[in-house]
């Protein structure tokens, strides 16, 4: 066997991953979304059942609507209000992405959505980096090695995003990567934030845009072209610039432009069939998009809403796409080369932990 050959699922589980794109208030455990709604006298959740509860997410994200999707984080939202509960939910999500085999992850959260009961934005953050740490600890405890650095997002509907980008620079090489923008896409693009993405330029800040996602081609190009982002939040919709019809694609100027600059597409196929982006696995465009050798990255989104794990998506890419373990390993350095940690630091995660897996594993 070699990199050429088909993974089994029992392999795709122990290879070595990278997470460029997971939100920490999407990714909690049910369990944790109950003992912490508890504590605090939370009652609007639909169910006190840990496994009735994630059906709940799950079905209620797929609607097709993003709009909807984004209003079941009311939920996790409201539990996320204490250092403490920011703690446990960051350790348990460094925990579970360990032991699903990720050994790189970029996490994200906006700040402000956790100062309702009177935390500060440094409290949200420091809370956030504590839990990692934490988490990474107990991993290794279970022999599981993982990075877990912060992105900080900003919401496209309010009006807070300065000053998280203030938080990301002071914050720079203390537990935070980068800044992000996320929220409802039709009705708010990027542009009305201009100001901010020209600051974090000014600091040499790293930082992602989601776009096409729910909105197509001029969402992706406002991200690059006028905010200067150097990863692309989803992306997904960057397939209407790829003409199909004749007998090879035809890449258009927005396509042309973004693979030959090789900026990274954080894509995240399950969340993209809860939202209606695409319809099914097979018919995801990322398949088209790795053949096509963009630099696509595999992503989980919200493991709770999408009820999804690296592991999962990994294994959806093998059975529609018949990816090899050279894939998923393209796809992993991919997200390794696109992190937004120093340069040496990526290549050493490469060298030493990535490539050695791969060739290990799949020669068994
Ligand atoms: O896929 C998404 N698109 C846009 N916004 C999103 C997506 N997933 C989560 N969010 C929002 C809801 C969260 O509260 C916020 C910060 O993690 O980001
Ligand atoms: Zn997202």
């Not at 999962?312 to 090899?324: G, L, R």
């Amino acid at each position: 066997m070699s990199l050429i050959s088909m993974p089994t699922d029992e392999q795709i589980k122990r290879v070595p991953k990278a997470l460029l794109h997971d939100h920490l208030d999407g990714g909690l455990r049910p369990q944790t979304i109950i003992e912490l709604s508890q504590k605090i006298g939370y009652k609007k959740l639909p169910t006190q059942d840990p496994e009735k509860l994630a059906i709940w997410f799950e079905e209620a994200c797929n609607s097709h609507s993003l709009v909807r999707y984004l209003e079941t984080f009311a939920h996790t939202v409201a539990v996320m209000q204490t250092k403490e509960a920011i703690i446990q939910v960051a350790r348990e999500c460094a925990i579970d992405l360990a032991r699903d085999g990720v050994v790189y992850a970029e996490v994200r959260g906006a700040p402000e959505l956790f100062i309702e009961q009177g935390l500060t934005f440094d409290q949200v953050i420091e809370a956030t980096t504590e839990g990692y740490k934490q988490g990474v600890a107990e991993a290794a405890k279970e022999g599981k090695k993982i990075r877990v650095e912060s992105l900080l997002c900003g919401l496209r509907q309010n009006d807070k995003s300065q000053q998280t980008a203030e938080s990301v620079v002071k914050y720079r090489n203390k537990g935070v990567v980068g800044f992000d923008i996320a929220g409802p896409e039709d009705g708010f693009p990027p542009t009305k934030q201009l100001d901010t993405f020209e600051y974090l330029r000014k600091e040499n800040a790293h930082f992602t845009i989601h776009a096409g996602e729910a909105y197509g081609l001029p969402s992706i190009w406002e991200a690059i072209q006028i905010c200067g982002a150097e990863r692309i939040g989803h992306g997904v919709r960057i397939i209407d610039d790829i003409d199909f019809s004749g007998s090879t694609p035809k890449l258009g100027p927005l396509a042309s432009y973004i693979r030959d600059r090789r900026i990274p597409l954080e894509l995240c196929p399950t969340s993209n069939l809860q939202t209606g982006a695409a319809k099914t696995y097979a018919q995801h465009p990322i398949g088209q998009l790795a053949k096509l050798r963009f630099r696509v990255t595999l992503n989980t989104d919200n493991r709770l809403m999408s009820n999804t794990s690296m592991t999962n998506e990994m294994t959806q890419c093998v059975k529609s796409f018949d990816w090899k373990f050279a894939d998923l390993q393209r796809v992993t350095i991919n997200s390794l080369k696109s992190s937004f940690i120093p340069f040496e630091e990526r290549l050493e995660i490469i060298e030493k932990i990535v490539k050695p897996a791969y060739a290990a594993i799949s020669a068994e």
